[in-house]
């Protein structure tokens, strides 16, 4: 397998072994940004017991929202595939966007104009400091992928999409995609 090197828009999937971490066991983390500064992503398969509704009064819709990581989890973030409707959005890759103008964004899901296929919502975000990623991906806690999804990404179910990537990779992490979550309750 080519080990590719992570970049904004990959995906970062967490090795079977990195069962000790609370907010990466079992995650699949899109790449929002990555440079010499630090790398941002966000979990995309950690849905929590919440919905945006119960976040933010104003938005009338029961959007899911997932937990994008252990840092600064007070603050909403989000991803979409619609930049046309929400300016100042930056671009992740694929068709794949990140924020924007937050009081159109709630005034367009409001008006049905934005649906659930098109954002999503995330209560903090992943972080790497500078060289930080990389040395996770040295000591293999990370496996970087293509986001093969493109946009598609945005409505990708949560329930299975770990196990789903290892079926992927194949060989040996074929034998994790139908072990437990923690292997010691086994």
């Not at 970049?7 to 999937?13: A, D, E, F």
């Not at 945006?52 to 989890?73: A, K, W």
């Amino acid at each position: 397998m080519v080990e590719l090197k992570p970049t904004k828009g990959k995906l970062l999937i967490a090795e079977p072994t990195l069962t000790g971490d609370v907010s990466f066991n079992r995650s699949v983390v899109l790449l929002a940004e990555h440079n010499e500064e630090g790398s941002v992503g966000f979990i995309l398969n950690k849905p929590l017991e919440y919905s945006i509704s119960d976040l933010i009064t104003e938005i009338e819709v029961p959007f899911q929202v997932y937990n994008g990581g252990p840092v600064e989890q007070d603050n909403l973030y989000f991803i979409h595939k619609v930049p046309e409707l929400i300016a100042n959005s930056i671009e992740i890759s694929d068709g794949i966007y990140w924020g924007g103008d937050f009081e159109n964004t709630i005034q367009l899901i409001n008006k049905k104009v934005i649906s659930e296929e098109d954002i999503r919502f995330f209560l903090g975000y992943s972080g790497w400091s500078s060289l930080q990623l990389d040395q996770e991906l040295s000591s293999r806690s990370w496996v970087v992928v293509e986001n093969d999804y493109e946009s598609d990404l945005i409505h990708k179910s949560a329930d299975a999409f770990w196990k789903e990537k290892m079926v992927e990779l194949g060989g040996n992490y074929l034998l994790w995609s139908n072990s437990p979550e923690n292997p010691s309750l086994n």
